[in-house]
Nanobody, 125 residues
């Protein structure tokens, strides 16, 4: 079992920055990959970023590449999403998720086994 708890969301102006955190507990953190997804009102949940178990490999959606950075600290059981140059279209509820099977289809929500409760990010224009 894995429990995930996101924090760091809020209201920010376009062009600003936020850093999301996701604290994990339960299963040993370094044994599973982590991802961030987001869901805007009326839209499907979409992939944002993923980091491998060691943190050595990262993957990003094209829409956030160059602006967002995912990282993890295995000593602190925490994954981060640094979001810079935020745009109004980044407004969504952001979720962290754990993939304990290390699938290659990392962009698909259905392959993740555990989810946090989500944190709201609102970017004003």
């Amino acid at each position: 079992q894995v429990q995930l708890d996101e924090s760091g969301g809020g209201l920010v102006q376009a062009g600003g920055s936020l850093r999301l955190s996701c604290a994990a507990s339960g299963r040993t953190f370094s044994t599973y990959a982590m991802g961030w997804f987001r869901q805007a009102p009326g839209k499907e949940r979409e992939f944002v970023a993923r980091v491998s178990r060691s943190g050595s490999s990262t993957y990003y959606a094209d829409s956030v590449k160059g602006r967002f950075t995912i990282s993890r600290d295995n000593a602190k059981n925490t994954v981060y999403l640094q979001m810079n140059s935020l745009k109004p279209e980044d407004t969504a509820v952001y979720y962290c998720a754990a993939d304990v099977h290390s699938t290659t289809r990392y962009y698909t929500p259905g392959v993740y086994d555990y989810w946090g409760q989500g944190t709201q990010v609102t970017v004003s224009s």
